[in-house]
């Protein structure tokens, strides 16, 4: 299996925050923060939180983001900020009353929908099942000029979300990802000697016994050789589906990530049968 991307998109978590908790006193000591990030699980410990924010669901959350006050009483600023690179981090409380220190400090970086929609990208690309093709006759079993039924299962035929999100002075901002499959494509492998890749808009139809071998589906392929022509004796084929990347975040901006493509080889055996007539005479 590949994958191929129609546009250059993000796949892994950058580095945006500091992964531990920072102390109000490392405010102007730029040289203690940790640039590096990771995922642990579906949480990306990165200052950037997965799952919708707290309280949006109507539930009491326990814990509360406030923007840290300077502990600087000579310091007329509002809040505690710092620069590091282009990123602008801004210190934040996280008071939970049901713990001991109730509460800790946090940099969060200050990041466009885009960029949390790229980092919602990683996770939604992890959970991207991979494609795996079904056939009707079988991969190893195919016959020349009889329409072959492409299938993959129906329930990985269903939009994949992620939603990423970070406290700011207004309020959490949040951003979901969706990927959602758009195309199976089936490249049969037989190159010249065929007509081509077949394009179909869903999952194709399972084939079962009661249908047989004169109906058509929506999503079929006709070999017109046998594989022997091959050196191998197959026909190296390709099942594919496309998936559309999309993101809307909880301000109203919404956004294309492009499409990626996921790739399963098969080994396609297309046997021709001999028809044989026996002249009765009488």
């Known amino acids: 299996m590949r994958i191929r991307r129609g546009l250059s998109v993000i796949i892994v978590v950058t580095a945006l925050a500091v992964p531990s908790p920072a ?155 969706t990927a959602t499959p758009k195309e199976l494509i089936f490249d049969p492998g037989d190159g010249a000697l065929g007509t081509g890749e077949v394009t179909c808009r869903g999952p194709g139809i399972p084939w079962v016994e009661a249908f047989g071998d004169t109906l058509p589906s929506p999503c079929m392929y006709t070999y017109l050789h046998s594989s022997s022509t091959q050196d191998d004796g197959v026909f190296d084929a390709t099942v594919s589906i496309e998936w559309e990347v999309t993101w809307v975040s909880s301000l109203g901006a919404r956004g294309s990530l492009g499409t990626v493509t996921l790739d399963a080889h098969h080994r396609m055996v297309v046997r021709e049968i001999q028809g044989l007539v026996k002249n009765v005479t009488r």
Not at 23 to 48: E, H, L, T, W
Not at 85 to 96: A, E, F, M, S
Not at 102 to 107: C, D, P, R, V
């Open 23 to 177: 102390r109000a006193s490392d405010a102007q000591n730029s040289s203690s923060i940790d640039v590096s990030a990771g995922v642990d699980g579906a949480r990306v410990m990165a200052g950037i939180r997965w799952g919708s924010p707290p309280g949006s669901d109507g539930s009491n959350d326990e814990c509360e983001w406030s923007v840290a006050l300077p502990r600087d009483t000579h310091s007329d600023a509002e809040d505690v900020t710092k620069v590091v690179g282009t990123t602008t981090y801004r210190l934040y409380d996280y008071t939970c009353l049901d713990r001991d220190p109730a509460t800790t400090y946090h940099w969060i970086p200050e990041v466009s929908t885009s960029t949390l929609a790229q980092q919602a990208s990683s996770v939604v690309y992890e959970n991207i099942p991979a494609p795996w093709g079904n056939f009707a006759p079988p991969a190893h079993r195919g016959i020349v000029k009889l329409g072959m039924w492409i299938w993959v299962n129906p329930l990985m035929w269903i939009p994949i979300s992620a939603t990423a999100w970070v406290p700011t002075p207004a309020g959490p901002v949040s951003v979901t990802t």
